[in-house]
């Protein structure tokens, strides 16, 4: 089952639209020899650091192995100590930081 947006219909004739005035022969208004122009685009040096923190970003896994690994030994073991003063301070913490926001 393909589901597509509802103006896809409005893109698809847009983009038959653009096709076929590209098939059109040169008119007066244009010459033959003239080239068409092209779009570029340009990233500022500030675009360009983002752009590379984001693929560093991406080398970083989304899961710490090696801590995964040390806790579920942990807790195998029965060595894993739960600190409820950091937990409840953590709780305490980020309810009054949604109640600001």
């Known amino acids: 089952m393909e589901i597509t947006p509802k103006d896809s219909v409005n893109i698809e004739a847009y983009v038959n639209q653009v096709q076929?005035?590209?098939?059109?022969?040169?008119?007066?208004?244009?010459?033959?020899?003239?080239?068409?122009?092209?779009?570029?685009?340009?990233l500022s040096d500030m675009g360009k650091s983002v752009q590379e923190a984001h693929r560093q970003l991406e080398t970083i896994p989304d899961i710490r192995e090696a801590k995964v690994a040390q806790l579920k030994e942990q807790v195998e073991n029965g060595t894993y100590?739960?600190?409820?003063?950091?937990?409840?301070?953590?709780?305490?913490r980020d309810a009054l930081l949604n109640d600001l926001t």
């Open 20 to 42: 076929e005035k590209d098939k059109v022969a040169p008119t007066s208004e244009q010459p033959e020899n003239q080239q068409a122009k092209t779009d570029t685009v340009e």
């Open 81 to 92: 100590e739960i600190d409820a003063e950091k937990v409840a301070d953590k709780m305490l």
